[in-house]
Each structure stands twice: as C-alpha cells, then as structure tokens.
C-alpha cells in the first residue's frame, strides 16, 4: 500500500536519533515555555524559532512540531492547575479541570487529559496521512483564481470564528492584509510604504509581530490587574484514573476526536471551535450535565482530545495548500519559507522525505508528550509557583534577544515594542489580533495571486466565478458570512463566546 | 438629541482603523495605480485602504447606536515601561553590549510591577545577563557584543 510506505519513509526520517533527539528537546521546551502562565503557543513558538534557524529544515521542522504539541499541553496543565488558560482552547478545559484540581483530583485531570490529546492524535496524523496526497493532487490543479478564492474563504471563515464584534474582526484583517503588502512589490520593484527605512525592505517580519501581538501585549495585559491574582497550585498527587474514570472518559475523547478532527481542518481557529464544540456535545447528552464546570472528568476528556485533534488536523490545509488556517500554523509557514521551501501541493512530491518526516513526527510528538509529562508533571507544577513579577522581565529579555537574532538588527526589537503597544491597544478595544495576523501573512499571497489572475484574463474579474471550484468557495464564504449576519446563528455564536468567558 | 459615544471600543477602533486607512492612502498616492490587466504597486493597498476606511467608518457610526460596556483603564504603567525596556535593550544591545542591555529592559521592566523590589530586580539583571551571555553569545553563537562599542572603541 502506498500509504504504508509513505508513512514508512515518515518513520525512517523522523525516528532517527537526530530527530528522535530534536523532537523531545522541542516538546521539552515547548511545554517549559508553555507552562509559563499568559505565554500561549503562539508566543512560545514565536519565541523559540530562532533556535530552530541553525538546523536543517527537516529536524527543524520536527523540533517546531514538537515545541507546538508542547506548548499546547502547557496550556492545559496552567489552565487545570491555576485555572489560567494560555490561549483560547483551553479556556474551556479550565471550567472543569480546575474544578476538579480544587477536588484533588488534579493528577487525574493531568493524565486525562494527556491520555485523550495521545488519542486524539494518533487518530488525526492518521486522518492526516490519509488525508493529504488527494487533498494535494486537487490542489495541484489549482489556479491563482482558486487560490485567490480560498484565502478569501479563509479570511471569512476567521471573521466568523473570531470572539467579539464581527464588524471589528473584518477591520483587522484588512489591517492584517495592508501591513502585509509593506515592503518591496515584487512585480514592479517599488518599496511600498517603507519610510525609507532600509529594514523594512524585505517587509515586516512575522515573528516580530506575533512576538509583540502575543508576547509583549499579553505582559502588558497581566501586568494591569496583578495584585488580584491569587495563585493557588493545587498539589499533583494521584495521577491514575480509576476504573470509573476511565469508563467515563472512553466515550467523550472518541467523540472529541471526531469533532475535533473535523472542525481542526476549517480555516480560522479550528482548535478553539473543537474544544468548545466537544464540550457542548457532552454536556448536552450526559446524563449528569448539572456536574459540569464542577468537575466532571469529561469535560475534560472531550475538549482536550478536540483541541489536540484539531491543532493536527489543521496542519493539512498548511501541507496540502500552504495555506494557513490558524496564527500557529501562520508561524509554521513562516518557518518553512526561512528554510528555503514554499509550503503548497508541491511540498509533498519534491520533498517527501520533509513531508512524511512531519506526519510520523508529530506522532512521535505525541507520544513522546506523554512520555515526558507524566512523570515531569511534579516540576511542571513547581514552575507554576513561580511570581509573575520574576517571570515576566525574563520573557520580555527573551523575546527581544528572540527578536533581535531574527536579523542581528535593533530595529527588529523597536518594531517589537511597537506590535507590544498596538497588541495591547486591541486587545483594550477587543479587537482580535489572530485575524489580523491571518491577514498578515495572506496578505502578500492574495496580491499576487488577484495580480496573476487578472493578468491571465485580461483584466476580467468574472475569472473568479468561472472557474466552478473557485465559485464554489467564493459561495461558501458569502454563506458563511451572512449566516453570521441570520439573527438565530447570531444568537448561537454570542451564548458560546459568552459561555467561555 | 445629543450624540453620545455609547460603545467606546468601537468608537477608538473605528478610528484606529479610519486613521490606518488614511495614511495608507496618502502614502499611496507616491505608486502607480495600474489598471486592473496591469496592477500596480499601489492597487491592491488602495483598495484595502478604501475597504478599511468603510469599515471604519461603520464602526464609528455604530458606536453612537448600539451600547457596550465602558473600556476599563489602561495600564499606562505597564505600557510605558515595558515598551521602553524594548526600546533601551535596542539602543543598548550593540552600544553597550549584552550585559548591560539585558539588566536595562530587566530592570525597567519588572519596575513596571507593583510587587518590584529593587534588591530583588537587581539580583534577577544580574542572572538574566549572565545567563543570556552565556547561553546566546557563548553557546549559540548569536552575534551580541558582550561589552559593546562605547567600551571597545
């Protein structure tokens, strides 16, 4: 079977020392960074890439990989300990793990909930494998019409994903597209609205955004109401569920992985939308709904598996189209093309062995997730103990040092302070930055690819409805903005956001 | 009947984004438009310009209609602070090395903090700084001065 020896080459690439090697190194620091409250994926990544810049791309790849799975089980472990979620999709795995760390039952939330994420994505790497080769082979038949077309149902699908007013979501992302066109146009040469600045030649880097949006602007933030945050670390005592527990917890991480595999490959937050959705599933058909938000184990199992299914999942419209669905998947990309490959159909059939060496590596992730985080989970805990007030001034030396290696140049670190400042700003107004960074790095993509299809139709903008699988994402992307705009979905979208706050 | 703003985030974004779209149009007008058979460089920027300015617009509007809670208070404190540790650490890094640069954002930084205790602040510069030499300078090689050019010249 052709699937076999695929994943076969996968294994050989990514089971070798070396990248046995950098892919625990990643999910070790991954999770270090992750645990850190108010440091999400996205930052820990953005924070840790320029360590990756010296490696080949391969294991660089693996160890980025790794750092993702790490930093996303980070999140979980604050979000259950101190009820601090590190980014959206655990929110939902705060209501009832902490709950049920308030219970003593803190190392049974733990280990559920790296049980069902090492479920989950062995599952979904293998929908991945499955998935992607047609996937790619439709997408090798695409034009820069089409391609034109899925971003735009991209970026609509992320305005109706995003948290908050939808108006404001749809103004950041054409802010994302514009911040994305600063620096040279490729086609005519002209630096476009670079003050002079010979940095910015090369346009704004991506890293420095997400670093600033996310790391810096996050600081800010918690730096507003400090005194009030009591931490209580709950003690990790007794790791194994029992054998109610595990009865409990077989039906909704099944259920969490279906949904979350389902929903990951949607573009615009696939992982938030699956945990909140699996937890929704559960409480709706258990037969005890009053126990949730007070510690019921499955709300637990079902989001954490959803989420863990969905962030893999989300890989395949990365893989397959070199198109983003997420900031995370955002920052992969960026990652890719620092290594010299442009991520698209084209990636799987020139370079399988960097392919397949992905897919078999985040198994391995996976796996090597629960491996380490088991037994490690004690000092995950103790780092939690750590005062914000000691933590944050060495997450601000790192990102700038982060962000000055990008390019050896200060000026990098002052574009940091800037995106810190803007981050914050929005996230005042509430203004969703993960739209705007979408925009960001479409927004280079979606010029060139209008550009090439009206030069190729003399100018006819009617290319875009012509081309039947072009027309058909251009449908579901007005479908999908005016069900938003349908009062009854309006309702719906409100309630959940409002749930999770 | 008096116009009051009764949605205030919608109000500032409305003219964050009416303020962003406007400098993007007057820079634009330095590029050539193009045609749409032959865009150029300032085609696709204009038209988001004119798209955000919309939006913009219509938030600025609905936040005289449609009521939101108020914005709570910034922390000026905070923002300042950090963003100019980001800024000493750029001036620094390769003025007065490593050392130096890192114990300035440390230390303007976690001043930001009201649980900042300058024996405190001073101990932590002092790791931060020799562990960022050690490990960025002397492990991965990240070209840092450790002291830089003020000493060396």
Redesign the interface.
Known sequence: MDILSNLLLGFQTAGSFLSLGYCLIGVFLGTLIGVLPGLGPVATIAMLLP?TF?LPPVSALIMLSGIYYGAQYGGSTTAILINLPGESSSVITALDGYAMARNGRAGVALATAAIGSFFAGTVSTLLLALAAPPLAQVALKFGPPEYFSLMVLGLSASVVLAHG?L??A??MI??G??LG?VGT?P??A?Q??TFGIPELADGIGFVTVAMGMFG?GE???N??N??DRAVFVSKVTNLMPTREDWRRIVGPILRGTILGSALGILPGGGAMLSSFAAYSVEKKISRRPSEFGKGAIEGVAAPESANNAGAQTSFIPMLTLGIPSNPVMALMIGALIIHGIQPGPAVMSQQPALFWGIIASMWIGNFFLILLNLPLVGMWAKMLTI????L???I??F???GV??LN?T??D??L??VF??LG???A????EPAPMLLGFILGPM??EN??RS??LS??D?LVFVKSPISLTMLIIALLALLMVLLPSFRKTREDAFVEED | MRLSIRNP??F??GL??LA?ASV?LW??RN??FG????????F??VV??V??AG??L??LL?SFAVDDAR?DG??L???AL??L???L???L??RAGIIIA?SA???V??Y?????AWK??LI?AAL?SAF?ALV?VYG?G???PILGSWFTD
Not at chain 1, 387 to 390: E, L, R, S, W
Not at chain 2, 35 to 42: D, I, Q, W
Request: aromatic content about 14%; overall charge positive; some cysteine.
């Open positions: 360590a010296g007013s108006l404001r749809f103004g054409v802010f597209l514009l066109v146009d086609n005519s002209v476009r609205f810096v600081i800010i933030r730096l507003e400090e005194s005062p914000y007030h000691i944050f001034p060495g601000m030396v990102c700038a040092i000055f290696s050896n200060s000026f670190v002052y940091m302070a810190g400042l914050y700003v929005f005042k107004l509430k203004c979606m010029e209008l550009r009206l030069t003399r100018g903008p | 985030a919608d500032w974004s964050l984004f962003v993007f820079i634009a590029y050539d045609t749409p058979l032959r865009m150029g460089p300032s696709f920027p988001l310009s798209v955000l939006i913009g219509t938030t609905r914005l910034f922390a404190k905070g923002l950090v963003t540790g980001s800024i650490f750029g001036v890094i390769e890192v954002i440390t230390l930084s976690a930001a903090s009201v649980k900042f405190q602040g932590m931060l960022c960025f991965l990240v070209p840092m």
